[in-house]
């Protein structure tokens, strides 16, 4: 679940920084809208909620690395006789 939530945070980061772009040809310069900066803050909002549920996720151990060449996991440590 941990990794879908991940997936759709991305997607909307990806989906803020389009609507930014959009906003910023369709604008041009417009000092009235606010429409860009507005996007950025949301796209600011959704990099730290982002970062947050990855911090969350390799604290709980849900997130984390099981790489062959990792001299931590646990077949290394058997080879070892650990």
């Given at each position: 679940?941990l990794?879908?939530?991940?997936?759709?945070?991305?997607?909307a980061?990806?989906?803020?920084?389009?609507?930014g772009?959009y906003?910023?040809?369709?604008?041009?310069?417009?000092t009235q809208?606010?429409?860009?900066v507005?996007?950025l803050?949301?796209?600011?909002a959704l990099a730290?909620?982002?970062?947050a549920?990855i911090?969350?996720g390799?604290a709980?151990?849900?997130?984390?690395?099981r790489n062959?060449w990792?001299a931590?996991?646990?077949e290394?440590q058997e080879?070892?006789?650990?």
């Open positions: 679940m990794k879908t939530l991940i997936i759709i945070f991305m997607m980061l990806v989906a803020s920084l389009a609507s772009l906003f910023l040809m369709v604008d041009q310069g417009d809208k606010r429409r860009l507005t996007s803050g949301v796209r600011l730290s909620g982002l970062i549920v911090i969350y390799v709980t151990g849900q997130l984390g690395h062959p990792d931590g996991t646990i290394s080879q070892r006789g650990g």
